[in-house]
């Protein structure tokens, strides 16, 4: 065989191998949409005050929802929360799925050790781009004493990174509880 030709299977060999990749890619962020849709709608039946917004690929469910207050955070603002982040791998999540969080109580119900005290306390972040991109969007819009669900997939997640304990390709809950904004 000419190498020419050899080259040219190898590329179309490759291309092939990265198609299949992206479906298959597709696949599972198509089916971590059903699942963030089902958590949504279990939840709403909870609470059919909670309101929905949707921004990019980020959904943000809030349960107690301050609308009457005149600022909401926007990109450069700072926010102060508490937050619990679980993997989704079904309509529902667990303590099983938890995979970080600054709340004691919380990581004390899902049997974590808790003698480094250091990592349970509020955090502040801010809204930029150094955020991952599920949260810096389902954050944008946050009202002081919000409480809600940020949830996005693997694609505004980490993608196709592990980080720690979060698998790659991974869909994301993130249960927030905003203490305070500062736009300033």
């Not at 198509?30 to 709403?44: A, L, R, T, V």
């Not at 099983?96 to 005290?117: M, P």
Request: aromatic share 8%.
């Amino acid at each position: 065989m000419k190498r020419s030709t050899l080259i040219f299977v190898t590329v179309l060999l490759l291309a092939g191998i990265g198609a299949c990749t992206k479906e298959a890619q597709k696949a599972t962020y198509d089916k971590q949409i059903n699942y963030i849709e089902s958590f949504i709608q279990n939840q709403m039946k909870l609470d059919t005050t909670a309101t929905l917004v949707r921004n990019g690929g980020s959904y943000r469910l809030t349960l107690h929802d301050t609308l009457g207050l005149k600022d909401s955070l926007r990109p450069g603002g700072k926010v102060a929360l508490y937050y619990a982040c679980f993997t989704l791998t079904s309509g529902s999540i667990n303590r099983t799925n938890l995979v970080a969080t600054n709340l004691k109580s919380i990581a004390s119900q899902a049997g974590w050790n808790l003698t480094d005290t250091t990592r349970y306390k509020l955090d502040t972040l801010v809204l930029n781009d150094k955020l991952v991109k599920g949260l810096e969007l389902g954050l944008n819009g946050v009202q002081d004493q919000d409480e809600a669900f940020i949830l996005f997939t693997g694609e505004n997640g980490f993608g196709n990174t592990e980080r720690g304990t979060i698998p790659a390709r991974s869909a994301l809950v993130y249960a927030v509880w905003i203490e305070k904004i500062d736009n300033d």
